[in-house]
């Protein structure tokens, strides 16, 4: 398939509505950095939203399994990942597409609302099996901005100037996790664990209302299909398209088909996503290894106290504060870097270089973390084990985030290449954690952890060397499909 030109302007002769001009205002890429700015802000605050929920309550699970009579430790452990399994396949199966239909704002919208709402199902739940239900289907349904805010930034901005903004869209995925232990030991430890879910419901209205107000569409074939429809009544002339859907089948039941399955099938069939997908699958694994197990251990190995143990997870926010100010801050800067030296010009892969980074911070993370815990070094030691755990994060998950949004948004693909590369992610993030408690149980934290730290240097020293030797060869001979 060939990219769309998403800047074309208006011929009347020919029946194509695009932008008045090239300066149109209405187009999201000429909008004041100002304007832009603003949507970028309220997108990262909903991604930011959406992990905080994921661990906001985890250092106070141990109130939720003794209310509920709860003694297996892997339900223990599910309770606080089932949610990043909701929001590994809502975007996939739902989000990604219909933002490609409909637009990003009002997905964006809605989920926030549903979002909220299930969380006053977390809050009121008196079972385990209602919690569970209303833990996935608040991650399933609410959680659009983690894919859509892919589509939004190759909506406003030219590749040049994607580095930045995807730093700043992956902050909130990446912070959530460890600002929500901080605050929820405390929540929980004072005013209780239902109110953790009662502060989500709260920040997800409020979000809800400021995307609805302050936010406009910014997807160019959303836009231009209002336009064509509204100027089609007023020049009485049926054959006005826009300039986007010249030449496709319009027919509603092909649209859809082409637009849900597109996630998969990149997923499936696109050796880009496939590797990106793993990669990122690998490395959120470990991130909520760490999630999970923290507060086992400071509670039980260092007798730290519910609130306490939330201070925990600084260590790893540090580590992902260092990651942002120095891989996000310098990605555009190094592409264009790369750039010169390659005679002028510009390949994408260029984005993947900081991979190599994260291949030696994340194994080195396992195994300082593992035998601190294992030879009982003081509670420093441990909570800095987790400042390169911070680093690899962001040196994988920003690069390749912003390397699917520059490749697939001049498809208008953004949104379904963020979702199918998201999927593999949160789908370990979920489950590898629960097999976390019993590797440790037979092999104790520091082989355990050493296992873990050998399999990540081998498996994403590996995937990285590919990625940058053949990523453009795949990206030619594998391009995107209706």
């Known amino acids: 398939m060939k990219k769309v030109d998403f800047n074309v302007v208006t011929d009347w002769e020919k029946g194509l509505i695009g932008w008045d001009s090239p300066e149109d205002p209405a187009n999201p890429k000429n909008w004041s950095s100002a304007k832009k700015w603003r949507t970028m802000g309220l997108v990262a605050v909903s991604c930011f939203m959406l992990p905080l929920a994921s661990t906001l309550f985890a250092p106070g699970v141990e109130y939720v399994i003794l209310e509920f009579h709860q003694t297996n430790a892997t339900v223990e452990t599910f309770m606080i990942s089932i949610f990043v399994l909701g929001f590994g396949w809502g975007p996939l199966l739902c989000h990604a597409p219909m933002s490609e239909l409909f637009g990003r704002k009002y997905v964006i919208c809605v989920s926030n609302l549903v979002f909220a709402l299930f969380n006053i199902g977390c809050s009121e739940a008196h079972n385990t099996a209602t919690f569970m239900a209303c833990r996935f289907l608040g991650g399933f349904l609410g959680c659009a901005a983690m894919v859509v805010g892919g589509g939004v930034i190759g909506d406003m901005f030219k590749p040049q100037q994607m580095g930045r903004a995807a730093s700043i869209f992956a902050l909130g995925p990446l912070m959530g996790p460890v600002v929500g232990p901080v605050a929820g030991g405390f929540i929980a430890e004072t005013i ?34 209002v336009k064509a429809r509204r100027l089609r009544k007023e020049h009485n002339r049926s054959d006005l398209i826009s300039h986007i859907d010249k030449g496709r089948d319009l027919r509603p039941a092909v649209i859809w088909w082409q637009c849900f399955s597109r996630p998969l099938r990149l997923l499936f069939t696109n050796p880009i996503v496939t590797f990106a997908a793993v990669y990122m699958g690998f490395a959120f694994a470990y991130l909520y290894m760490f999630v999970t197990t923290i507060t086992y251990v400071f509670r039980d190995y260092y007798g730290f106290s519910t609130g306490l143990t939330g201070l925990a ?54 195994f300082w973390y593992g035998w601190a815990i294992e030879q009982h070094r003081h509670w420093i030691a441990v909570i800095l084990s987790m400042i390169p755990m911070g680093i690899g994060m962001v040196s994988s998950m920003l690069p390749i985030q912003t ?33 976390g408690t019993k590797l440790y149980a037979s092999l104790g934290f520091g082989w355990g952890c050493s296992l873990l730290g050998f399999l990540a240097f081998g498996c994403c020293g590996s995937m990285a060397l590919a990625f940058n030797i053949y990523g453009q060869r795949l990206r030619v001979a594998f391009p995107p499909k209706l």
């Open 313 to 366: 997870y600084l260590g790893l926010g540090t580590g992902l504060m260092i990651g942002v100010s120095s891989v996000g801050a310098t990605s555009d800067k190094l592409v264009a870097y790369l750039t010169k030296k390659n005679n002028g010009v510009r390949q994408p892969e260029f984005r993947l270089r900081p991979l190599y980074l994260s291949c030696l911070c994340i194994p080195a993370s396992m």
């Open 403 to 435: 390397y699917l949004i520059e490749v697939f948004a001049p498809y208008g693909f953004a949104p379904s290449a963020t979702a199918a590369g998201n999927c593999l992610r949160m789908t370990a993030g979920a489950f590898f954690p629960l097999c």
């Open 192 to 225: 209780g664990w239902r109110w953790t879910f009662r502060i989500l419901l709260i920040l997800g209205m409020i979000m809800t209302v400021l995307f609805f107000v302050l936010v406009e569409e910014t997807s160019a074939p959303a836009i231009l299909r």
